[in-house]
């Protein structure tokens, strides 16, 4: 059987076996991976990510995929050499053909404004950096926006795969500054010690833990859910997934340990098919 074959063959598997958009709860017509394999390098994504989709909700996040995957994969440590760096000329190249003002979104900074955010994250060795070349991203509201649509796909992905479950219900979300923590060895302690459960991502034996790793805390029996979750070095978020009926009772007490600070996002994630969804999908692929 050729790979392509092979590839259409374990679609209509999953499908069959999983027949729900675990974002929408439409219908399954194809599959999604998610993350998505631009946000991997030379295109290794994670084995056991692939999941049901419509056609909508698989092709309506292609831009901010893209976008976010310029974003992950511009090191903020490490220069990108050889073939790294060529796929990631051509995602910029993509995203500025398909979203330009997420471009020119990016680059919306003030000389003033850039040394001041150098000093910030870099202290002293800020200007030095900027002298060398280095650059800094504005992110705005249309980025904002994509990224915020990115964690609740990331999320109910999660969700779906170790609860078995379409989500249906309240996502509460936080995005961290890493790079601007102040004291980040307690910083991360308090947000990760509500999530015990680490999983380490792989394909073909090969960790990719330092592109995509998550730890996560879940009652399938409550519907709801901890991760904490972290793309490349520099994109850290925490999601709180509640479903409909256990929302209601726990709403007033998410605001505990590790979230004070900025306000968390809510997302009213009600199916918008659930008269066509049952209340579990098959139980998750094991581990």
Same mark, same amino acid.
């Given at each position: 059987?050729?790979?392509?074959?092979?590839?259409? $063959?374990?679609?209509?598997?999953?499908?069959?076996?999983?027949?729900?958009?675990?974002?929408?709860?439409?219908?399954?017509?194809?599959? @999604?991976?998610?993350?998505?394999?631009?946000?991997?390098?030379?295109?290794?994504?994670?084995?056991?990510?692939?999941?049901?989709?419509?056609?909508?909700?698989?092709?309506?996040?292609?831009?901010?995929?893209?976008? %976010?995957?310029?974003? %992950?994969? *511009?090191? /903020?440590?490490?220069?990108?050499?050889?073939?790294?760096?060529?796929?990631?000329?051509?995602?910029? &190249?993509?995203?500025?053909?398909?979203?330009?003002?997420?471009?020119?979104?990016? /680059? +919306?900074?003030?000389?003033?404004?850039?040394?001041?955010?150098?000093?910030?994250?870099?202290?002293?060795?800020?200007?030095?950096? &900027?002298? +060398?070349?280095?650059?800094?991203?504005?992110?705005?509201?249309?980025? @904002?926006?994509?990224?915020?649509?990115?964690?609740?796909?990331? $999320?109910?992905?999660?969700?779906?795969? #170790?609860?078995?479950?379409?989500?249906?219900?309240?996502?509460? =979300?936080?995005?961290?500054?890493?790079?601007?923590?102040?004291?980040?060895?307690?910083? =991360?302690?308090?947000?990760?010690?509500?999530?015990?459960? %680490?999983?380490?991502?792989?394909?073909?034996?090969?960790? %990719? $833990? @330092?592109?995509?790793?998550? &730890?996560?805390?879940? !009652?399938?029996?409550?519907?709801?859910?901890?991760?904490?979750?972290?793309? !490349?070095?520099?994109?850290?978020?925490?999601?709180?997934?509640?479903?409909?009926?256990?929302?209601?009772? =726990? +709403?007033?007490?998410?605001?505990? &340990?590790?979230?004070?600070?900025?306000?968390?996002?809510? #997302?009213?994630?009600?199916?918008?098919? *659930?008269?066509?969804?049952?209340? $579990?999908?098959?139980?998750?692929?094991?581990?």
């Amino acid at each position: 059987m050729g790979e392509k074959k092979a590839r259409q $063959s374990r679609t209509k598997r999953l499908i069959a076996e999983h027949p729900w958009c675990i974002y929408c709860g439409a219908p399954a017509t194809t599959t @999604d991976h998610f993350p998505p394999r631009c946000f991997f390098r030379r295109r290794n994504w994670p084995e056991g990510y692939e999941f049901p989709s419509c056609s909508d909700c698989n092709s309506q996040a292609r831009n901010d995929e893209q976008a %976010l995957a310029v974003l %992950l994969r *511009s090191d /903020t440590f490490e220069e990108i050499t050889g073939a790294d760096e060529e796929e990631w000329k051509r995602l910029a &190249r993509g995203l500025k053909n398909n979203a330009p003002e997420i471009i020119n979104e990016w /680059t +919306e900074y003030s000389g003033a404004k850039r040394k001041r955010q150098f000093r910030e994250a870099f202290g002293s060795k800020g200007d030095q950096l &900027r002298h +060398e070349g280095w650059g800094l991203v504005n992110i705005g509201p249309k980025t @904002d926006a994509a990224i915020e649509r990115i964690m609740i796909k990331t $999320s109910k992905s999660i969700y779906y795969k #170790h609860t078995g479950k379409i989500f249906n219900g309240i996502l509460y =979300l936080k995005r961290f500054n890493t790079l601007f923590a102040k004291d980040l060895p307690s910083f =991360l302690d308090s947000i990760l010690e509500h999530a015990p459960q %680490l999983v380490e991502t792989k394909r073909n034996n090969v960790s %990719l $833990s @330092d592109q995509f790793m998550y &730890r996560i805390n879940y !009652s399938s029996e409550h519907e709801a859910m901890y991760a904490v979750v972290r793309y !490349s070095r520099q994109f850290l978020f925490a999601a709180i997934a509640l479903g409909r009926e256990f929302s209601g009772r =726990l +709403e007033k007490d998410i605001s505990g &340990r590790g979230f004070s600070g900025s306000p968390l996002s809510k #997302h009213n994630c009600y199916l918008e098919h *659930s008269q066509a969804v049952p209340l $579990s999908a098959r139980p998750a692929d094991p581990e």
